[in-house]
């Protein structure tokens, strides 16, 4: 992996969770905090591992999970993933969920403010602004105007949005519904309200 992921004259490969040092053969597993997990020497005939390593159990299992990607030509993720990779991630969930209140307001037509019941406050307006408020206490955790996005979105904000996305796709514009709702769509609107 060390060899794939970097030059040859690299040192260090860093990922989300871990670094990896090399001196010549010898290799070096930090966590974030600097502490080494484990030290092991490469051969022609195998890999020796120290036997003074520090691997905890949650870096046991990131291991494991590293050798399952590997093994199956899989790109590592999870701790292993490489950095950069996970903003990139990021970065795209939360376009995904910028873009779905910037289309649902334009399919409204208007400025659209959901004041939802329990969690989020948002604001969207057809030319790209968007604006999420947490009702907990934790502020603005995303606003998004004049081609700047500031956010700060936890992976539970991502996870609930996420699941709104097929209902505000699904949404038509209110000012066009004549007949009187159908159960499903007054189920969508239910949802889009506790948001």
């Given at each position: 992996?060390?060899d794939?992921?970097t030059?040859?004259?690299?040192?260090?490969?860093h990922?989300?969770?871990?670094?990896?040092?090399?001196?010549?053969?010898?290799?070096?597993?930090?966590?974030?905090?600097?502490?080494?997990?484990?030290?092991?020497?490469?051969?022609?005939?195998g890999?020796?591992?120290?036997?003074?390593?520090?691997?905890?159990?949650s870096?046991?299992?990131?291991?494991?999970?590293?050798?399952?990607?590997?093994?199956?030509?899989?790109?590592?993720?999870?701790?292993?993933?490489?950095?950069?990779?996970?903003?990139?991630?990021?970065?795209?969930?939360?376009n995904?969920?910028t873009?779905?209140?910037?289309?649902?307001?334009?399919?409204?037509?208007?400025n659209?403010?959901?004041?939802?019941?329990?969690?989020?406050?948002?604001?969207?307006?057809?030319?790209?602004?968007?604006?999420?408020?947490?009702?907990?206490?934790?502020?603005?955790?995303?606003?998004?105007?004049?081609?700047?996005?500031?956010?700060?979105?936890?992976?539970?904000?991502?996870?609930?949005?996420?699941?709104?996305?097929p209902?505000?796709?699904?949404?038509?514009?209110?000012?066009?519904?004549?007949l009187?709702?159908?159960?499903?769509?007054?189920?969508?609107?239910?949802?889009?309200?506790?948001?």
């Amino acid at each position: 992996m060390f060899d794939k992921s970097t030059s040859p004259d690299a040192t260090a490969y860093h990922t989300a969770g871990y670094t990896i040092a090399r001196s010549g053969q010898s290799y070096t597993l930090s966590d974030k905090s600097g502490r080494t997990l484990v030290q092991f020497n490469t051969s022609p005939i195998g890999v020796r591992i120290s036997p003074s390593n520090q691997l905890t159990t949650s870096a046991h299992q990131d291991l494991k999970q590293l050798r399952i990607s590997l093994l199956r030509g899989e790109e590592p993720g999870g701790a292993f993933a490489r950095v950069g990779k996970k903003e990139t991630e990021y970065f795209a969930r939360v376009n995904a969920i910028t873009t779905a209140l910037n289309q649902y307001a334009q399919k409204q037509g208007t400025n659209v403010q959901v004041d939802g019941q329990f969690l989020y406050k948002w604001k969207a307006t057809p030319d790209g602004k968007v604006r999420i408020d947490a009702k907990d206490g934790r502020g603005s955790l995303l606003i998004k105007a004049q081609g700047q996005m500031k956010t700060r979105m936890s992976e539970r904000d991502l996870a609930y949005f996420e699941q709104m996305l097929p209902v505000l796709q699904q949404s038509t514009p209110q000012r066009q519904t004549q007949l009187p709702q159908i159960p499903s769509q007054k189920q969508s609107q239910k949802q889009l309200e506790r948001a």
